[in-house]
């Protein structure tokens, strides 16, 4: 990390959980543009929006809530989802009620340390590349890890859903 000393990274919940699973990270800040999404981070630090995995925080007709783990150049189908889970309707949850199930502010999501277990839905795909940059809990700060640590930090089911 050319120029950033270990003390300026954030040691946000999600860093806490990686630690203590003892899933080898890297470091990855950027400087973050309100609603720039995956293709901001990508373009930051140089790697392939489909490398570059958001975390969604979403929920069914019955309002309980799930996260959902996609390529940054795809988005969820919801309709799929729905039948691949069991629940009738899956829908994005407003950024208010997000922010309170995750206890991270939309657009520095991680599925890793939430305030609220959910469970977490994996784009089975994700699986076969060799490294993902995900949130880190902080707008403006992903890791980098291998994709088989979100099945074993976060006992995730695989899906196929991504449009």
């Not at 999600?14 to 899933?23: D, G, I």
């Not at 988005?75 to 407003?94: E, F, Y």
Request: net charge positive; hydrophobic share 40%; aromatic share 4%.
């Amino acid at each position: 990390m050319a120029g950033m000393s270990r003390e300026k990274l954030p040691v946000t919940q999600a860093v806490r959980v990686l630690r203590a699973a003892r899933v080898a990270f890297s470091d990855h800040p950027y400087n973050y543009e309100e609603h720039g999404g995956t293709a901001v981070s990508c373009r930051e630090l140089g790697v392939d929006e489909h490398a570059v995995i958001k975390t969604l925080v979403m929920e069914d007709e019955a309002r309980r809530p799930l996260l959902v783990l996609m390529h940054g150049d795809r988005n969820v189908s919801t309709r799929r989802l729905a039948r691949q889970v069991g629940v009738k309707t899956i829908s994005p949850c407003s950024p208010a009620v997000a922010n309170r199930h995750s206890g991270y502010l939309v657009g520095g999501t991680s599925p890793f340390g939430t305030r609220k277990a959910m469970p977490v839905y994996v784009e089975r795909s994700i699986l076969e590349l060799d490294k993902i940059y995900i949130n880190g809990g902080r707008r403006g700060y992903l890791v980098g890890i291998a994709p088989q640590a979100l099945l074993e930090v976060l006992a995730a089911e695989l899906v196929d859903v991504a449009i």
